[in-house]
């Protein structure tokens, strides 16, 4: 009978704690849309590697450590960084680099977006996190949930859970965060200011070339981001060679629902409540959003910097759209401007800007694992 | 209590590394204006092009 009752009488209130988190992680995913495909699959590893003497990760059992499947997975995906990267093929199979091409002066917003990470790192090295660390929470001003764990997996194993969680949930959050932010840094009128789309033609062989090109040259400045960059300009290159449509249409399907399944769950492994309720968990929540902010910040006050020297003025939102939330910052951006001015059209700015975004993220991830030691 | 000697090594990170990623910026819009002139979009046939 003792045996059957273990369990029950082995519950601590932390762990109780974390299957409430896990049950809101799940209800954020079902009910409010809250990035589900990462969401759920954590929520639901949060209650079952909080269950006393789980199985599912490591015990240790009459002096003998015996490996739980979650851990398993753990050291197999996330230590070797497989799950990130594979994760990378698939989406640089969806991302359509046109945009960009089209209106390469897009690309300085997607810089200059990535300006919420420095600052976080700084935050976070104030509230007295080690460089590594910090440069790992600074990481998810980046809005890009793969490069996050794909940095966090290097620098920081032990703060892989919330991390994972503030990168995918201020995600979702966008609408949320951006509008406030750039209302914060900019005046109507600037809101309201029209541009005139003035698209390059770009033929098919720039599309192929250009992933290619641009895996050698940020390969050489930053030889460490190399397989970040790779495996996503790999995606691209299946995606825009045409003649690979199955592979492509696998990387962006089948390949990245698998890895999403497991990736998710496995990243709950870190969610054990004696590691995870703790007082650096609330910062790296707190900072997590800080970095979004920043983020919006930096890319708006940029476009503002530039407007002082351009006689065809941006609209400095677009600014804010320079980050990896693809598509969602650039429908935010759009719907913003016209509130102000229901017959301004900046998406395909906005687009450009997100798309670039996506670029500068993963070349920010790859220069913090290089300047980083 | 505020770590501020932390800021000795984060301000020169975020220097280098915002630095860092406008030169990469630059050297990408750089590449695309090359590749653009380089491979440049085949034009369409007036008719096709009025269609």
Sequence with gaps: MDILIQGLTAITIKQVVLWIIGGILIYLAIAKDFEPALLLPMGFGAIIVNIPMSGAVTQMIDGTAVEGVLDVLFNAGITTELFPLLIFIGIGAMIDFGPILQNPFMLLFGGAAQFGIFFTICMAGLLGFPLKEAASIGIIG?????????????????????????????????????PWAIKLVTSKKERQIRMTYRPETVSQTTKIVFPIAITVITGLIAPNAVPLIAFLMFGNLLRECKVLDNLSNTAQ????????????????????????????????IGLGLVAFIFDTIGGVLFAKFLNLFRSEKVNPMIGAAGISAFPMSARVIQKMAQKEDNQNFILMF????????????????GLILMLVH | MLNLLSLEETLPLMVEGMGGIFVVVLILYLLIKFLIKVFPAKKLPESQNRQ
Excluded: R
Excluded at chain 1, 350 to 365: E, F, L
């Design chain 1, 253 to 284: 399907n089948e390949l990245v629902n698998i890895i999403t399944i497991l990736l998710g769950i496995t990243i709950a492994a870190t969610m054990q409540a004696e590691k995870f309720i703790t007082v650096q968990t609330g910062m790296i």
């Design chain 1, 350 to 365: 906005a687009v450009g800007a997100n798309v670039a975004g996506q670029i500068a993220s993963v070349i920010a991830g």
């Design chain 1, 142 to 178: 980046a809005a890009d949930g793969p490069t996050s764990i794909y940095v966090a997996s290097k620098f920081a194993k032990n703060l892989l859970g919330p991390i994972s969680i503030a990168a995918y949930s201020y995600m979702a959050l966008v609408p949320v965060i951006q």
